[in-house]
């Protein structure tokens, strides 16, 4: 089976682009990339052209998600396993591609609706240096796990579940969490080195993006910036604490679209073997409206 091999970059809507622009910046650390195009700004983390594109289209929600395949034969072995699982897709004309800094782009929905995109070739700046927004400790850990994960909202977790395995990932229920009377299942999928590079199970009312994880290579940055999200009365929306799932310790914030950013450090590698927790190991408790995974909680023993 052909498999994608990280989420390499992803767009999201915004309603306030300059105001997006000095948070992505100012509080994330990541490096603005201005071409010219009035409608949009890009977001580096490393040496590729970008990893997010804001879109000035007032949406407040993820755009799109860009799934990497390794090179040219690998997109065209996609396209025909996606072709015999009856999925939909449509293989982006060359200005597409070149909209998103890649040489070749295909295009499709996930079950719950979410726009998707696999892609190969991505543009890499080895002769532009990453320059952090603001000062950093260290830099962005991407490199083969790619930009970090994200959760997403699915409807039928099931449909989701073999979507994603259809373009090469593993996974499954990593998380049961008990909610009164009901359990909550979350689904991760797998694709590299990380933990999960996508999962679903949780989402907001309105929104089709829950949060997206970006880590970072020095834990100092992680305090740091967490010390400027309270300095700026940013709403934090997960206290500190460390996952069960990828050992991440993490903090989760609001940004100015209302989803989430999740700021880790440590994570540990994929196991490939399925297993699932009740609650992480210590710490995120909940706070302004997060959700609650924090082994304090009652009814999750």
Same mark, same amino acid.
């Given at each position: 089976?052909?498999?994608?091999?990280?989420l390499?970059?992803?767009?999201?809507?915004v309603?306030?682009?300059?105001?997006?622009k000095?948070?992505?910046?100012?509080?994330?650390?990541?490096?603005?990339?201005?071409?010219?195009?009035?409608?949009?700004?890009?977001?580096r983390?490393d040496?590729?052209?970008?990893?997010?594109?804001?879109?000035?289209?007032?949406?407040?929600?993820?755009?799109?998600?860009? /799934?990497?395949?390794?090179?040219?034969?690998?997109?065209s072995?996609?396209?025909?396993?996606?072709?015999?699982?009856?999925?939909? /897709?449509r293989?982006?004309?060359?200005?597409?591609?070149?909209?998103?800094?890649?040489?070749?782009?295909?295009k499709?929905?996930? !079950?719950?609706?979410?726009p998707?995109?696999?892609?190969h070739?991505?543009?890499?700046?080895?002769?532009? !240096?990453?320059?952090?927004?603001? !000062?950093?400790?260290?830099?962005?850990?991407? @490199?083969?796990?790619g930009?970090?994960?994200?959760i997403?909202g699915e409807?039928?977790?099931?449909?989701?579940?073999? &979507?994603?395995?259809?373009?090469?990932?593993? @996974?499954?229920t990593?998380?049961?969490?008990?909610?009164? $009377?009901?359990v909550?299942?979350?689904? /991760?999928?797998h694709?590299?080195?990380?933990?999960?590079?996508?999962?679903? @199970?949780?989402? @907001?009312?309105?929104?089709?993006?829950?949060?997206?994880?970006?880590?970072?290579d020095?834990?100092d940055?992680?305090?740091?910036?967490?010390?400027?999200?309270?300095?700026? $009365?940013?709403?934090?929306?997960?206290?500190?604490?460390k996952?069960?799932?990828d050992?991440?310790?993490s903090?989760?914030?609001?940004?100015?679209?209302?989803?989430? &950013?999740?700021?880790?450090?440590?994570?540990r590698?994929?196991?490939?073997?399925?297993?699932?927790?009740?609650?992480d190991?210590?710490?995120?408790? !909940?706070?302004?409206g997060?959700?609650?995974?924090?082994?304090?909680?009652?009814e999750n023993?």
């Open positions: 089976m052909i498999q994608v091999t990280e390499g970059y992803m767009g999201v809507g309603k306030n682009l300059e105001e997006w000095n948070f992505a910046t100012g509080i994330v650390g990541m490096e603005l990339v201005d071409d010219g195009e009035s409608d949009r700004c890009y977001l983390m040496y590729q052209h970008h990893r997010i594109v804001l879109h000035a289209d007032g949406s407040d929600d993820l755009a799109y998600l860009g /799934f990497r395949v390794a090179g040219a034969e690998e997109f072995a996609m396209q025909t396993q996606l072709a015999e699982a009856g999925i939909k /897709f293989v982006g004309a060359s200005e597409e591609a070149e909209e998103r800094r890649v040489l070749e782009v295909l499709l929905n996930d !079950p719950g609706g979410n998707i995109e696999v892609y070739g991505p543009l890499v700046q080895f002769s532009k !240096p990453f320059y952090p927004g603001r !000062p950093m400790h260290g830099r962005f850990k991407t @490199g083969a796990g930009l970090g994960h994200c997403i409807k039928d977790l099931a449909a989701a579940q073999r &979507f994603y395995t259809q373009l090469g990932m593993r @996974g499954g990593e998380y049961k969490i008990r909610m009164g $009377k009901r909550v299942e979350l689904v /991760f999928m694709c590299n080195e990380r933990d999960h590079t996508v999962a679903f @199970g949780v989402g @907001g009312p309105d929104k089709r993006l829950n949060h997206v994880m970006i880590e970072v020095n834990l940055d992680v305090g740091m910036t967490y010390d400027l999200v309270r300095r700026n $009365k940013i709403p934090v929306t997960i206290q500190p604490g996952h069960s799932n050992h991440m310790y903090f989760y914030f609001r940004n100015p679209s209302g989803w989430m &950013f999740e700021y880790g450090w440590g994570a590698a994929a196991t490939y073997q399925s297993e699932y927790f009740v609650e190991v210590y710490g995120h408790q !909940p706070e302004n997060g959700f609650d995974i924090s082994p304090n909680k009652t023993r």
